[in-house]
């Protein structure tokens, strides 16, 4: 007689698959799905703008190449509201000149709790720890770390706000954190200037990372806009949600209405917390964005316990929120799944 399945509360979490490791001890929680993650947040411009469009051709290449969400949605106008949903599951305040420190429940405080580490890689910061209003082409109210209490009021987390030129230093030295926030300022994150501008900075900066072994091992790349420009759908409009891993299966687009609190979760579940109550805000009650990584032994080709993948052919809806891979109800381990597998 075969033995009974069950489906765990949440398995995974981007637009790729989950395999569980060989068996562990029953009270030792599995390890995250990815070791570092990255969220990088562009500006004011349309889903139908960017993608399918020749003024992005490289972030519309990684689209096609990776995973897209095109029913993704921004939660409100102007821009700090979705920083803020980013950050802690609450839209806070639309009010882009805001000030307050604000103390609840936030990205952070959940990542700490893990023992995870952080950064905010904000361009033109004018020095380490900065915490005041906007200086030049940096923008406070796109960096909604600066805000919150468990950053500006703690000198330790307060140093993890630093300047962009940090990023590069941190990636050849191996020492980038688990999850890092990287803010273009208004010039590169096509606020003030072209998408053209914009989609370059990207290629200059973000190529390199997606081709370091860092990233190869064990990366998750979200790349999306704040808000879109001409679109109040959902509150804030249409816009594009790319997600990128040396896993993820090729050129897979999910159908599903997702907005930014889904994003907040999606950052901790990738880092391993898993606990529905440790997600702030709306994150707790948000639509998963399924991804976990699915592999072979040393990492080669695709686990056999996943099981096979979705038609490339159709539309999909990656990370319905309702499918998650079986588990056997005795060792743990995956016996099917209808998530996406590892890109060969």
């Known amino acids: 007689?075969?033995?009974?399945?069950?489906?765990?509360?949440?398995?995974?979490?981007?637009?790729?698959?989950?395999?569980?490791?060989?068996?562990?001890?029953?009270?030792?929680?599995?390890?995250?799905?990815f070791g570092h993650v990255f969220i990088v947040t562009e500006e004011n411009h349309n889903y139908a703008s960017v993608i399918g469009s020749s003024a992005m051709p490289y972030l519309d290449s990684l689209a096609h190449q990776y995973g897209l969400a095109t029913q993704y949605y921004a939660n409100t106008h102007p821009s700090i509201g979705n920083y803020?949903?980013?950050?802690?599951?609450?839209?806070?305040?639309?009010?882009?000149?805001?000030?307050?420190?604000?103390?609840?429940?936030?990205?952070?405080?959940?990542?700490?709790?893990?023992?995870?580490?952080?950064?905010?890689y904000a361009e033109d910061l004018p020095a380490v720890g900065y915490?005041?209003?906007?200086?030049?082409?940096?923008?406070?109210?796109?960096?909604?770390?600066?805000?919150?209490?468990?950053?500006?009021?703690?000198?330790?987390?307060?140093?993890?706000?630093?300047?962009?030129?940090?990023?590069?230093?941190?990636?050849?030295?191996?020492?980038l954190p688990d999850f890092s926030s990287i803010v273009p300022n208004l010039c590169h994150d096509a606020h003030d200037c072209s998408l053209d501008t914009a989609d370059t900075w990207l290629r200059n900066n973000i190529a390199p990372l997606l081709a370091s072994p860092t990233f190869q091992q064990d990366g998750l790349l979200i790349i999306t806009f704040d808000e879109a420009g001409s679109d109040n759908t959902h509150g804030g409009g249409?816009?594009?949600?790319?997600?990128?891993?040396?896993?993820?299966?090729?050129?897979?687009?999910?159908?599903?209405?997702?907005?930014?609190?889904?994003?907040?979760?999606?950052?901790?579940?990738?880092?391993?917390?898993?606990?529905?109550?440790?997600?702030?805000?709306?994150?707790?009650?948000?639509?998963?964005?399924?991804?976990?990584?699915?592999?072979?032994?040393?990492?080669?080709?695709?686990?056999?316990?996943?099981?096979?993948?979705?038609?490339?052919?159709?539309?999909?809806?990656v990370g319905s929120g309702g499918s998650r891979p079986a588990v056997h109800a005795r060792t743990g381990r995956i016996v099917s799944t209808r998530l996406i597998p590892n890109r060969r």
């Open 238 to 317: 249409r816009i594009a949600l790319v997600v990128v891993s040396p896993r993820a299966r090729t050129g897979h687009q999910s159908t599903t209405l997702y907005q930014h609190e889904s994003t907040l979760r999606l950052i901790l579940e990738a880092l391993g917390v898993t606990v529905v109550t440790q997600f702030p805000g709306a994150a707790a009650t948000a639509p998963e964005i399924p991804a976990a990584p699915c592999t072979g032994a040393a990492g080669r080709g695709v686990d056999a316990r996943c099981g096979a993948s979705r038609d490339r052919g159709g539309p999909s809806s």
């Open 131 to 175: 915490t005041g209003g906007d200086v030049g082409n940096y923008a406070r109210q796109h960096n909604g770390f600066a805000l919150l209490s468990d950053v500006a009021n703690d000198s330790t987390e307060r140093s993890k706000l630093v300047p962009f030129t940090q990023f590069a230093t941190d990636l050849a030295n191996g020492t």
């Open 1 to 33: 007689m075969p033995l009974p399945l069950v489906r765990p509360a949440i398995l995974a979490v981007a637009l790729v698959a989950a395999c569980e490791p060989p068996s562990r001890p029953a009270n030792q929680p599995p390890p995250p799905p």
């Open 84 to 120: 803020f949903m980013l950050a802690t599951g609450q839209i806070i305040t639309n009010d882009d000149g805001y000030s307050t420190i604000v103390a609840v429940d936030n990205v952070v405080r959940r990542l700490l709790a893990v023992g995870k580490s952080w950064k905010s």
